[in-house]
């Protein structure tokens, strides 16, 4: 069971607006920031949101992150079928010493 | 252009210690913002964060992993590496290296491509 908090699946169809959600606590996301990763079928995880609502280069801006609370959301405007993948959220924890937690992730099916 | 690649054995029998090596390539090890780590993925399930380290020697380690577990890093080779004690088939998993940066807290922003380990009998 993971610490953070994620529906098992998405969808949604081309051109559609899907989000995310990724549920904490006060130790990781209520006191850190959120990160989100995308992973293709085979392939390792990348980054596809840092601190919360930043996104590294190279990444459309058709995604984009927030937080509130103990709670983040990632949400995909313009859903394309390559977008179809498994999702994950992180944040570190400051409970015993400090490790990062990473939701259970999401699997993302565009129709 | 930075990359990290995985090796070691891809099969250990029950008992036994895993142990990989992630050798960094096109970047410094020994860089203050960045911490070196290990995450794993069973088949079909979801990532696991194993641990991390500086190139000082500073590491952190999760927590339900932590008794089983040592990260070490050789600057001198720019590699890190990961052992677990006393292996079970619950360690079977696909095993990513990473590197973390770490500003005002860590994520894993560059990644390997991955080796499988099993454990079998």
């Known amino acids: 069971q993971s610490v953070l908090t994620q529906p098992p699946s998405a969808s949604g169809t081309p051109g559609q607006r899907v989000t995310i959600s990724c549920s904490g606590s006060?130790?990781?996301?209520?006191?850190?920031?959120v990160n989100w990763f995308r992973q293709l079928p085979g392939t390792a995880p990348k980054v596809l949101i840092y601190?919360?609502?930043q996104r590294p280069s190279g990444v459309p801006d058709r995604f984009s992150g927030s937080k509130s609370g103990t709670s983040a959301s990632l949400a995909i405007s313009g859903l394309q079928s390559e977008d179809e993948a498994d999702y994950y959220c992180?944040?570190?924890?400051?409970?015993?010493?400090?490790?990062?937690?990473f939701g259970g992730g999401t699997k993302l099916t565009v129709l | 252009q930075l990359q990290l690649q995985e090796s070691g054995p891809g099969l250990v029998k029950p008992s036994e210690t895993l142990s990989l090596t992630c050798k960094v390539s096109?970047?410094?090890?020994?860089?203050?913002?960045?911490?070196w780590g290990w995450i794993r993925q069973s088949p079909g399930k979801g990532l696991e964060w194993i641990g991390s380290?500086?190139?000082?020697?500073?590491?952190y380690y999760n927590p339900s992993l932590k008794s089983r577990v040592t990260v070490s890093v050789d600057t001198s080779k720019n590699q890190f590496s990961l052992k677990v004690r006393s292996v079970t088939a619950a360690d079977t998993a696909v095993y990513y290296c990473?590197?973390?940066?770490?500003?005002?807290?860590?994520?894993?922003?560059?990644w390997g491509q991955g080796t499988l380990f099993i454990v079998f009998s």
């Open positions: 992180a944040a570190w924890d400051d409970s015993l010493n400090g490790h990062l937690v």
């Open positions: 990473a590197r973390h940066y770490c500003g005002a807290d860590c994520y894993p922003d560059h």
């Open positions: 601190s919360n609502n």
């Open positions: 380290i500086h190139y000082s020697g500073s590491t």
């Open positions: 096109g970047g410094s090890i020994s860089r203050s913002t960045y911490y």
């Open positions: 006060t130790s990781n996301i209520g006191s850190n920031t």
